[in-house]
T-cell receptor, first 117, second 115 residues
Framework: EAGVAQSPRYKIIEKRQSVAFWCNPI?????LYWYQQILGQGPKLLIQ????????DSQLPKDRFSAERLKGVDSTLKIQPAKLEDSAVYLC???????????????FGPGTRLTVT | AQTVTQSQPEMSVQEAETVTLSCTYD???????LFWYKQPPSRQMILVIR??????QNATENRFSVNFQKAAKSFSLKISDSQLGDAAMYFC????????????FGQGTELSVKP
C-alpha cells in the first residue's frame, strides 16, 4: 500500500512570494490533515478535511494561507504572501475516517521543508 | 483546550541501556488516546506506541513500553535495550474523539544514543 505522498520535499522562497504544497493521501482515506511544524516544536494542525469539506481550520492564518481538497482526494496548501515566520516543515497526514479509534490511525507523509528568506 | 508538555528537550542514553522520556498532559475529557511518535531526520513521523485512556494496562510494543498514570495525567515512554536506530525526536501526542480526531503534540524530546 502506497503511503502519503507530498511534494516538493524542499522549497526556498523569498518573503512576499507565493508557494504551494501538494499532498496525495492513502487511497480510500476520507480524512486529510495539514500540520505545520516549526523548528524545535511539535506539529500544529492547520486544517482538516473530511472528504472535500473543511472540518477544522481554526488555526489557519486565513489572510495568507489557503487550502483545498477538490474531489476529496489530493489537497493543495498555498501561502501567499509568505513571511519569514512561515519557515517550517509542512506535514500532510491522512486517516480512514475521523475520530480517534485505532482503525482511524493517522499516517504521515515525509513533509515539505519551507525556507523563507 | 488540551495541552501536552514534554519537559526534556534532550536526552541521551548508552547503547543497550534503558531510557525514559516524560510527558504530561491536561484535559477535562475522560475518553481519549495518547501516542508516542518517532521522527528521524528524514522527518517521517512514525507511530511508536498507542494507549487508550480507558485501559488500565500499560501498552507494550517490543522494546517500547509506557507508564500511563491517568490521575496524574502522565504518560512516559520507556525504551529498553536502546539501539543506535532509536536516535530521533520523540513526540508525545493526545487525540480525542471530539474535534475531528486531530492530534495535539508536545514540544518533543531529542534522543541521542551513544555507542
Amino acid at each position: 500500500e502506497a503511503g502519503v505522498a507530498q511534494s516538493p520535499r524542499y522549497k526556498i522562497i523569498e518573503k512576499r512570494q507565493s508557494v504551494a504544497f501538494w499532498c496525495n493521501p492513502i487511497s480510500g482515506h476520507a480524512t486529510l490533515y495539514w500540520y505545520q511544524q516549526i523548528l524545535g516544536q511539535g506539529p500544529k494542525l492547520l486544517i482538516q478535511f473530511q472528504n472535500n469539506g473543511v472540518v477544522d481550520d481554526s488555526q489557519l492564518p486565513k489572510d495568507r494561507f489557503s487550502a483545498e481538497r477538490l474531489k476529496g482526494v489530493d489537497s493543495t496548501l498555498k501561502i501567499q504572501p509568505a513571511k519569514l515566520e512561515d519557515s517550517a516543515v509542512y506535514l500532510c497526514a491522512s486517516s480512514l475516517n475521523m475520530g480517534a479509534t485505532p482503525s482511524y490511525e493517522q499516517y504521515f507523509g515525509p513533509g515539505t521543508r519551507l525556507t523563507v528568506t | 483546550a488540551q495541552t501536552v508538555t514534554q519537559s526534556q528537550p534532550e536526552m541521551s542514553v548508552q547503547e543497550a541501556e534503558t531510557v525514559t522520556l516524560s510527558c504530561t498532559y491536561d484535559t477535562s475529557e475522560s475518553d481519549y488516546y495518547l501516542f508516542w511518535y518517532k521522527q528521524p531526520p528524514s522527518r517521517q513521523m512514525i507511530l511508536v506506541i498507542r494507549q487508550e485512556a480507558y485501559k488500565q494496562q500499560n501498552a507494550t510494543e517490543n522494546r517500547f513500553s509506557v507508564n500511563f498514570q491517568k490521575a496524574a495525567k502522565s504518560f512516559s515512554l520507556k525504551i529498553s535495550d536502546s539501539q543506535l536506530g532509536d536516535a530521533a525526536m520523540y513526540f508525545c501526542a493526545y487525540r480525542t474523539h471530539n474535534q475531528g480526531g486531530k492530534l495535539i503534540f508536545g514540544q518533543g524530546t531529542e534522543l541521542s544514543v551513544k555507542p
